[in-house]
């Protein structure tokens, strides 16, 4: 027989594991399952491409600005504090997305909910930390909410197109209430709470910096009816709040962002590498609903189906991407998996340019699964290739500016992506967007090529 008090231990630590993957499936769901419903708020609210652009871009924005000081305060009031208040107020900034009237009232609460989900994803991270004192535990643990989230990008867009077709996109949002309600009673009986007495500073300066410089980046890309020297201007100030940013992170006895993380030429290459799957893989997968539905006539519900062949391989690929590593070493993985995606970004321009419907459907088709092997290789490995070439006193650093590179390079590349895109209307419009992707993919195959080691550590001990 077994043992019982072991058996009741194994229960609850699932129970854990499954409250806080679930804060994880929630921050990220309301970014996938957001995308297949663009078209049908675009309509409803009155917005343009750029404006579409912002219901992600608000979110992902306010997201990176809460980071910088999330950790801080989760680390001062109690991580589990932090968490369900967090939990609290994306509960009520999802009603107020799906009671939203017009296109302010959605950016605006879509910022608040942006903010509430980096207190959410921080605390989450943080409590899985302290509730498994045994690493092989913790590791396991954070394996497992690693497949939620896995399953929150892959199914997001499906989910978030059945929603919308057969209810409405409001109720993307609204889906989130009984999900945060039940967070809210479980979290308390399932997790103690913890906090560190070595408390950080708040780097309140920082986030104004950061969240200021990327939006008024983003505004400068997504403003298509301004006058180019207003864009010009926007981009200016942008950078320099950018190198301001970066040198007060410089100067700060305690960095949120420290630059001397991507002081060697391993990690300039791992910075490249993350900016560029949001190009090559993230970002696209904003506008290839939008496409979807301007080539191939495709329904909410029928383009949230066919996202399935670009985000299915994340569930599968991810467990077999890490003995490719261990065989192939860094450099070999990551000029393989970035070749991929720009293959896959390449048979997405020919589906653009394509002339008729056969050859659309089938470029695409082909393209978005090709995109999704790719980024499904490389992306759950970088974050654990910026760990190995950090000094284990850094880790905790590396992982918080990995953290913040990602989100600040998905709101910047939907940007991006959106000021390359057409406005005649048509499928061909999308040829640049995914022109400019395959081009980024590129040259992340060289950064890796030029930049990575060849061998990764388990490699060079043999």
Known sequence: MGNPGSEARHQRSALVILALGLATFLTLFDVTAVVVALPGIAKDLGFSVAGAAWVIDAYSLAFTGALVVSGALADRFGRRRSMLSGN?????????CGMATNGQMLLAARAAQGIAAAFMVTGAIALVAGAFDNLAQRARAFGMIGIISGVAMALGPTLG??????????????????????????VPFLVAETRTANRRPLDLLGVVLLTMSLG????????????PALRLSLLAGGAILAALFGLQQWRSRHPVFDPRIFATPAMIAVGALLLAIQFGYWALLVYLPLFLHTSLAMGMETAGTALLAATLPMLVIPWIGGRFVTYWGWRRFFVVAFSVIAAGDGLLVLAALGSDATTRLTA??????TIGIGAAFANPQMSGVALALTPSAQAGMASAVTMIVRQAGFAISIAVLG??????????????PFLLAATISLCAVIAALVLLPAKSPLQAQT
């Not at 000021?419 to 640049?432: K, Q, V, Y």
């Open 364 to 369: 695409s088709y082909v393209g978005m699964f």
């Open 419 to 432: 000021a390359s895109l057409g406005t005649s209307g048509a499928a061909t419009a999308f040829a640049g």
């Open 161 to 186: 197109g059945m929603l919308a077709a057969r209810l409405d996109w409001r109720w993307i949002f609204y889906a989130n209430v009984p999900f945060c309600a039940a967070l809210a009673i479980a």
């Open 88 to 96: 609290a107020v994306f509960l009520l900034t999802s009603i107020a």
């Open 216 to 227: 008024l980046a983003i505004d400068a890309l997504l403003r298509r009816d301004g006058s």
